[in-house]
């Protein structure tokens, strides 16, 4: 579909670093076109959720608005270990400690200071953007296509709400992506890593852990079975340890009867701030849900197709996720209900990639339009008021 060209990036590893740097320049022009310079804009600070003292001289803040989660994580990687001052500047303690993957290794190569953990911090999110795209790419080229597709990566919420707002998403994203070549190319040992790797992200990876115990019970392989479930232990050990130390999460709120989050969202109409605002952001409100909604038919048409193989088990449980999580404020943008599913809206890229299959591929880049558009409006919005 695209042909091979001498200017073209021809490994996956020249993708990874055409896309590092991509993403990196996207930072820097909304850092330095809409918040000053200011890089803690990207954790996306809000005036109504309260900063830890000493912090707001150093802190861009969003007026008017409680945030978002990157500002959680940014604490946690200050102090990871429980208990922690911290913990009260957090909205659900338990839920975002227990994803402690990110803020954890930002932390490691942040050596503990505070003055480096915001950088190491930006580096983690670039590392797994580019492992994202690498093994994209990877998984593309074990099936004969020209490894630049591999950029669709940077297309996913998951990865966008990464370098947007210093979300744990993006790593989940690429963790499935090397799922999904680990699993291809025979690499057990990598898949291993993938597993233990995914839960610690962010809680949905474990269901990746029980795709991939699922395949190996079907098919009567026990140690295997076993081998991939124990993946998830130092996830489960990291869990009880932060279920000891904080309150219990609220995060079931989320979940409702399947589908009819999608059904009520559907009959929503979101209000702009202008009447040109309206007309796009009404657009592409119709256009988001209508890609999410054929991404999700299409991964559970291939869950059927594929139920005993761990990528189509794994599909089906990432269907079946997106449909229960369906509280209004989950699915009140794509920004939220996006998410969550950023492994599934991959695989449908990739799927269609491969098969050549134009909704397969626009139904999910449908979902990440807007999710891309927030952080480009704020850029456009900084520049015209100059």
């Known amino acids: 579909m695209i042909p091979q060209h001498r200017f073209l990036p021809r490994t996956p590893t020249q993708v990874a670093v055409l896309a590092v740097l991509a993403a990196f320049c996207w930072q820097a022009t909304q850092v330095y076109g809409a918040f000053g310079g200011n890089w803690t804009a990207l954790f996306y600070h809000g005036e109504l959720f309260r900063l830890p003292p000493g912090e707001a001289a150093t802190t861009y803040v969003f007026p008017k608005s409680a945030g978002y989660d990157g500002q959680a994580y940014r604490w946690i990687a200050r102090d990871p270990v429980l208990p922690s001052d911290y913990s009260r500047y957090i909205?659900?303690?338990r839920l975002r400690y227990r994803r402690i993957l990110v803020p954890g290794l930002a932390h490691l190569l942040g050596a503990g200071q505070p003055g480096a953990i915001?950088?190491?911090?930006?580096i983690v999110i670039l590392g797994f953007v580019g492992l994202g795209v690498y093994w994209t790419s990877a998984y593309l080229a074990t099936m004969g296509l020209t490894p630049v597709w591999g950029l669709v990566f940077l297309a996913t919420p998951g990865s966008i709400g990464s370098l947007d707002r210093m979300l744990v998403d993006g790593a989940l994203t690429a963790l499935?992506?090397?799922f999904l070549y680990a699993t291809a190319s025979g690499r057990t040992g990598l898949r291993d890593w993938v597993l233990v790797a995914a839960p610690l992200?962010?809680?949905?990876?474990?269901?990746?852990?029980?795709a991939a115990a699922a395949e190996a019970a079907l098919a009567r392989d026990w140690r295997r079975a076993f081998r991939a479930a124990a993946c998830a232990l130092p996830a489960a050990c990291w869990s009880l340890f932060v279920s000891w130390h904080t309150a219990p999460s609220l995060v079931f709120r989320a979940f409702t009867w399947p589908g009819s989050g999608i059904l009520s969202r559907a009959l929503l109409v979101r209000q702009f701030s202008s009447p040109a605002m309206q007309i796009v952001g009404v657009t592409l409100d119709s256009l988001a849900l209508a890609g999410y909604t054929i991404s999700l038919l299409l991964a559970i048409r291939a869950c059927w197709s594929g139920r005993r193989q761990a990528t189509g088990v794994a599909l089906g449980m990432i269907a079946m996720l997106a449909l229960m999580l369906g509280h209004r404020t989950h699915m009140s943008d794509p920004?939220?209900?996006?998410r969550p599913v950023s492994p599934l809206l991959l695989w449908a890229m990739l799927n269609g990639i491969q098969k050549r299959s134009w909704l397969s591929i626009a139904a999910p880049l449908a979902v990440g339009l807007p999710v891309a558009a927030y952080g480009l409006q704020g850029v456009l919005a900084a520049f015209f008021r100059r």
């Open 91 to 93: 909205d659900d303690p």
């Open 118 to 122: 915001e950088v190491a911090y930006e």
């Open 176 to 178: 499935f992506a090397g």
């Open 201 to 210: 992200s962010r809680d949905t990876g474990v269901l990746l852990v029980a």
């Open 335 to 338: 920004y939220g209900y996006g």
